[in-house]
Nanobody
Framework: VQVVESGGGLVQPGGSLTLSCAAS????????MTWYRQPPGKERELVAG????????NYADSVKGRFTISRDNAKNTVYLQMNTLKPEDTAVYYC?????????WGQGTQVTVSS
């Protein structure tokens, strides 16, 4: 099983980034996919999730209207489009796959929002 995040980096406030999470080794289309983040010195928090069936999404209040989660089951990939980034979005972003008792995490990708 592999869950691999990519697309992080340094961006100025107001800018955009798109994170990708490529999965393998399990039936991706049957798993709920969720992005979490952990800001410096703080606990990990949910950012956005998307269900396996129907692609129903949910977002943290802090990112609603700015971030969009989507998935491509043909590519076994989930995305997080992040717009109008703020310094408080700085964090390590993690991808999570959950299906039944299975729960897989990636290693994370750093996003830094700074001028």
């Amino acid at each position: 099983v592999q869950v691999v995040e990519s697309g992080g980096g340094l961006v100025q406030p107001g800018g955009s980034l798109t994170l990708s999470c490529a999965a393998s080794g399990f039936t991706f289309s049957a798993y709920r996919m969720t992005w979490y983040r952990q800001p410096p010195g703080k606990e990990r928090e949910l950012v956005a999730g998307i269900t396996a069936v129907g692609g129903i999404t949910n977002y943290a209040d802090s990112v609603k209207g700015r971030f969009t989660i989507s998935r491509d089951n043909a590519k076994n990939t989930v995305y997080l489009q992040m717009n109008t980034l703020k310094p408080e979005d700085t964090a390590v972003y993690y991808c999570n796959a959950r299906g039944g008792p299975a729960n897989y995490w990636g290693q994370g990708t750093q996003v830094t929002v700074s001028s």
